[in-house]
């Protein structure tokens, strides 16, 4: 569906401060997406008080202009009453609409909120039609669609929905499918779906040759010159990314943004060229259309190019200490600073990051280089956090921060509602009936694997049953190999791809046809487009580890839909996920007990651009880099393993586990050697936990033994 042509297309722009804030109003943002001090995507950013927000939402309204509150992360079950509480004060305040990553929110605003409006965040990785629409039939008026997608494909998708589509249009680009990251909370729990990402793609790495990169680190994301093309498709809304960047950088793109929108359809070439100009003040990375255009471009990532924003001004050379105890670095550049500047220090590593402002300078000709770009010695204010050989970037510059009217009045007095404390009441239920249900999938080991030719190894020692993935060569194999398959169609279930683009739908219900008409009625679904796409099929839907069912709310939207069992995620917890059982029979849950997580799933053939297959961090560990046609996957060496505690589970009555061998090149002696250590209930050597014990990173926690 096109809208109105002579309806221009809605320019949202991030809001992370009340700097940004004014920034984005005062250039000509139609609306601004923000958050509050906790619950959002980006934690890390200043974000609003409630009193703040309760003030921004009336003055953004008088000025005609719309406000867009991020609630998109997963919540856990601990999280609820938070969450329920923080919504009534959302409904009296009453922003624009909230956008949201968690099912279970979306069930809680229906079944609490019906007047509030919701909008699908791209961390919820809505790529077809179909899933569009499912949500469309569950309250959410708009979605912002995942970042892969090509034109074409969000054609497809306009033409077959009447839902409003937002598109980010510029800034950071996550290298990862949206909302399918697990690097960041791999090590330590500070997870992407929390809003705690520590950009693990931004880091970098040394392949197997020694040879050191961002191997990772996308381009910076700009659609500008395609402004005419998104309206005229009938693109609802594009969204700028940079919560956490400054308000020169949301000045700058919001100023070019807002001046292609209201110029193009004068001089479409002369729009755009003034419109670069503008961005120029962005201070941001390199420049790519990704995957707009171009289906197969891999010049989004570029090794040899810094991951950081900004300006590469240079290294810390020295830091010295003055009489009265003030520190200074020492950093030999030619670059140009001025006091108010804006800088980004970063270690090598890419564990720390500090933003500061230039107080001071003192600027000293360099005599004993001969490097005529390294002619001068830069002193600068520091503190004593930040050490030699740290690198700066120039990230804001002082004149380009524009005074912009305050949106945020001064006094806030009269400003005073406040979330309270009160109880989520329980989820409805989703009409599933706990009988019969060890029947369907009864206790045991289920076998996982990416590739057909291991269930000849498996069934030397025969599992329950095995949960195979759904890809182009397995379902070639599976094909022209049927009748010799060791298991039959009713002991394999089918396990679905996370990402599911139209093109990637019509694959896969193409291929779910032809295993329908032979008797394979098993899948795990791990995208919103699989359950329409099996709908009125006489199947059994396994919830999939992507569907990130961390809460009573979320597992119950997916009973509503026909779903009776659940793969606890990857992020989860062991106190989070026995919380569901006072709603939910343990025998409804899988857990994986051992394998090899994707910590990044990327939409891309790396293999193309690299050759070499693993990478190590300057913490020495290393990682796989696996590809093949359809994407590139990012697989720690050392694997995820709670084996040992089997006996543990099966006192809380979980009794369905995982044995994923995805990604390892398994031989009988290897599988039989493993398969041994479930029975004896091995610990493995060199292996993680995740998350299973600690949980999510949070600054204060309660920590046990098992």
Not at 442 to 451: A, L, P, Q, S
Not at 470 to 499: T, W
Request: proline content about 4%.
């Amino acid at each position: 569906m096109k809208k109105d042509l002579n309806s221009k297309i809605e320019l949202v722009a991030p809001a992370g401060s009340p700097a940004n804030l004014d920034a984005a109003i005062g250039e000509g943002a139609d609306a601004v997406y923000l958050g509050l001090h906790n619950f959002n995507a980006r934690i890390r950013a200043k974000n609003f008080a409630y009193n703040q927000f309760e003030a921004l939402v009336s003055k953004v309204h008088d000025l005609n202009k719309k406000v867009y509150l991020t609630l998109n992360i997963v919540f856990e079950n601990w999280e609820l009453n938070h969450l329920f509480s923080l919504l009534k004060y959302v409904d009296i305040v009453k922003p624009d609409a909230v956008i949201v990553q968690d099912l279970g929110l979306i069930k809680m605003i229906n079944e609490n909120f019906p007047t509030m409006k919701i909008s699908a965040s791209t961390q919820m990785n809505i790529a077809s039609a179909k899933a569009v629409n499912l949500l469309s039939k569950h309250g959410v008026k708009r979605v912002v669609l995942s970042r892969e997608l090509s034109f074409n494909e969000i054609e497809s998708i306009r033409a077959e929905t009447n839902a409003e589509l937002e598109i980010f249009a510029h800034g950071s680009l996550c290298v990862s499918f949206s909302g399918l990251c697990l690097f960041s909370s791999y090590y330590g729990g500070k997870s992407a779906n929390k809003g705690k990402c520590t950009q693990a793609c931004r880091r970098l790495y040394q392949n197997q040759f020694g040879k050191s990169g961002h191997f990772f680190s996308p381009s910076d994301l700009m659609l500008l010159q395609y402004i005419p093309d998104m309206e005229e498709l009938g693109i609802d809304s594009i969204k700028l990314e940079g919560r956490m960047k400054s308000a020169g950088y949301v000045a700058s793109v919001v100023k070019a943004y807002r001046y292609m929108i209201d110029n193009y359809s004068l001089d479409r070439e002369d729009a755009l060229r003034k419109s670069i100009e503008i961005l120029h003040g962005d201070m941001a990375r390199a420049k790519t259309t990704y995957f707009f255009k171009d289906r197969n471009n891999l010049s989004y990532i570029n090794p040899d190019e810094k991951g950081e924003i900004g300006e590469y001004i240079g290294e810390i050379d020295s830091i010295k200490k003055d009489e009265d105890s003030n520190y200074f670095a020492l950093i030999k550049s030619n670059s140009t600073l001025y006091i108010g500047d804006t800088l980004r220090v970063v270690n090598k590593k890419g564990t720390f990051k500090k933003s500061i402002v230039v107080k001071s300078i003192e600027i000293t000709p360099n005599k004993n280089v001969a490097n005529e770009n390294l002619a001068n010695i830069i002193s600068i204010p520091i503190d004593e956090t930040i050490e030699k050989n740290m690198m700066i970037y120039l990230v804001a510059r002082r004149e380009s921060d524009r005074k912009y009217p305050h949106i945020i009045p001064s006094s806030l007095s009269k400003y005073t509602r406040h979330p309270g404390v009160h109880i989520a009441p329980p989820a409805k239920n989703g009409g599933i009936s706990k009988k019969g249900l060890s029947k369907i999938f009864d206790r045991g080991i289920y076998v996982k694997t990416n590739n057909l030719n291991d269930l000849y190894i498996i069934q030397s020692v025969r599992p329950k049953k095995v949960i195979l993935e759904l890809n182009r060569k397995n379902m070639e194999m599976l094909k022209k190999n049927l009748a010799l398959l060791p298991f039959s169609s009713k002991e394999i279930i089918i396990y679905l791809p996370p990402y599911t683009s139209p093109l990637v739908e019509d694959f896969i219900s193409s291929d779910i046809k032809f295993l329908l008409e032979n008797k394979f009625n098993q899948f795990v679904i791990n995208n919103l487009a699989h359950i329409q796409i099996l709908k009125n099929r006489d199947v059994s839907m396994i919830g999939g580890p992507y569907l990130y069912t961390f809460n009573k709310y979320a597992a119950k939207f997916l009973t509503d839909l026909g779903v009776m069992f659940f793969i606890s995620p990857f992020e989860n917890n062991k106190k989070n996920l026995f919380s569901m059982f006072d709603s939910f029979d343990p025998a409804q849950w899988f857990i994986t007990i051992f394998g090899y997580p994707e910590l990044f799933q990327i939409n891309a053939n790396l293999g193309k651009k690299y050759n070499f297959t693993m990478v190590t961090d300057s913490e020495k560990n290393s990682f796989h880099i696996i590809s093949n046609e359809e994407q590139t996957s990012i697989i720690p060496e050392a694997p995820f393993s709670i084996i040992d505690k089997v006996e543990y589970l099966e006192k809380e009555n979980l009794r369905k586990y995982i044995l994923d061998l995805s990604f390892m090149n398994i031989n009988k002696n290897y599988y039989r050697t493993i398969m041994k250590a479930i029975e004896n209930r091995n610990v493995v050597e060199k292996a993680t936990r995740f998350n299973w014990k600690n949980g999510f990173f949070r600054e204060k926690k309660n920590r046990d033994s098992n």
